[in-house]
């Protein structure tokens, strides 16, 4: 029945603009872009500059932007290359603030006898782009075990960490097991930390326990320190489970699946299939199909071959790529038609019956009965 929806697997760059199409040509690796390109991004000759622009920011690329066009003149103060470097000085310095908040908190629960890993932010950075400020990140995410969820969270308050958004009353909170973070902004530095309890809100998306995590995590060498961050092939599952789930709206994050298959081309077969082992073989095709089409990254032919034949893969591409460079609300979150075509697309993330289960039953509650068919609407509101 899914195959009714999933048309032919789209042509990424022809849905692209100009000004995003020289974007992802700025992004991608090597050194073949010509000298015309460069001069498009660094002076705005014979594109929209605007638009441009707009593009890099909402992306997250200023850092690979910055790094093609640095070389050339500026041609003014306000030329693009200007503003895009004193953005770019102005990442090194958040960075630096990152990677310290990173290491004061890493340090603070390993000394209360509580391991946790980083997800995303400078520690992907320094591993897969080998410099803290050579992509951007808003803030430091740390995954722990969800029974020291409580103990992590005290040891915050005590450390002088004020709550984010609206504190929780005790009484009102929910048992460890069902709690997916907690955020916490240091006063002194401003930095928001994330404390997660399992990698997604839906506990059956890539369902895998902290132990299995910290099992095959890897050392890295970070500001001095060395912490310990996810094995590659979850690593992998994670980013393009991530990307997935917010329909791959930054090109940054695509950029991050780029870092690891230029830089292990080999085990990238291997992380496809741990990705099956846990039931998010769809989004990390999707996630490699993307980096192919718009970066050039080299994938495995399994995975073309797989998005050519497998209908809910198909479904993820075509949905996913009309939201590609797009500011959109997460998928969860559409109301009318938008959301029923996201409804499907997040039930396509996993065929597991649990994570199936839970994303039905958690939008029929939030929703009601506008997210399902009208036939099956009708037999309840009949009921």
């Known amino acids: 029945m899914l195959s009714t929806f999933a048309p032919a697997l789209p042509d990424i760059p022809a849905r692209l603009s100009r000004e995003q199409r020289l974007l992802a040509a700025l992004c991608r690796g090597g050194d073949d872009i010509d000298q015309a390109m460069l001069a498009a991004a660094a002076y705005g000759d014979g594109i929209d500059l605007a638009a441009f622009d707009l593009d890099v920011r909402r992306q997250k690329v200023i850092p690979r932007v910055h790094e093609r066009i640095s070389a050339l003149p500026a041609r003014g103060p306000d030329c693009p290359s200007r503003r895009f470097a004193r953005e770019y000085a102005g990442n090194v310095n958040w960075s630096l603030r990152l990677v310290k908040e990173l290491l004061a908190a890493t340090r603070m629960l390993r000394e209360a006898g509580i391991p946790s890993v980083p997800m995303k932010g400078v520690s992907l950075a320094q ?110 599952a994670y980013l393009c489970v991530h990307g997935a789930r917010h329909e791959w709206s930054r090109l940054q994050w695509v950029c991050d699946l780029d870092r690891m298959l230029r830089a292990k081309p080999d085990d990238a077969g291997s992380w496809l299939a741990t990705a099956d082992r846990l039931g998010v073989g769809g989004p990390v095709i999707q996630g490699m199909v993307f980096a192919n089409a718009l970066l050039g990254s080299p994938i495995p032919d399994a995975a073309r071959a797989r998005a050519e034949q497998v ?66 609407a009708r037999t309840i509101g009949a009921g």
């Not at 984010?164 to 097991?177: A, K, Q, T």
């Not at 002194?188 to 095959?216: C, D, K, S, Y």
């Open 127 to 236: 591993q897969w782009y080998g410099s803290l400020a050579a992509r951007t990140a808003g803030d430091v995410d740390l995954l722990v075990a969800p029974e020291h969820g409580n103990k992590a969270e005290r040891l915050f308050r005590e450390a002088g960490y004020l709550p984010w958004e609206n504190p929780v009353d005790p009484e009102d909170r929910l048992p460890e097991r069902l709690r997916y973070e907690e955020a916490f902004r240091n006063p002194r530095t401003g930095v928001l930390v994330e404390l997660h309890f399992r990698l997604n809100h839906n506990p059956n998306l890539m369902p895998l326990p902290f132990a299995g995590i910290w099992a095959e995590a890897e050392p890295l060498a970070i500001g001095g320190e060395t912490i310990r961050v996810m094995g590659d092939a979850h690593q992998f």
């Open 311 to 376: 209908a809910s893969v198909r479904y993820l591409l075509a949905h996913g790529a009309q939201h590609l460079f797009r500011r959109q609300r997460k998928p969860e979150r559409r109301s009318g038609d938008p959301r029923t075509s996201a409804t499907l697309y997040m039930m396509c993330l996993s065929p597991r019956p649990a994570y199936l289960a839970f994303e039905f039953s958690s939008r029929v509650r939030e929703f009601g009965k506008e997210v399902l068919p009208r036939r099956v």
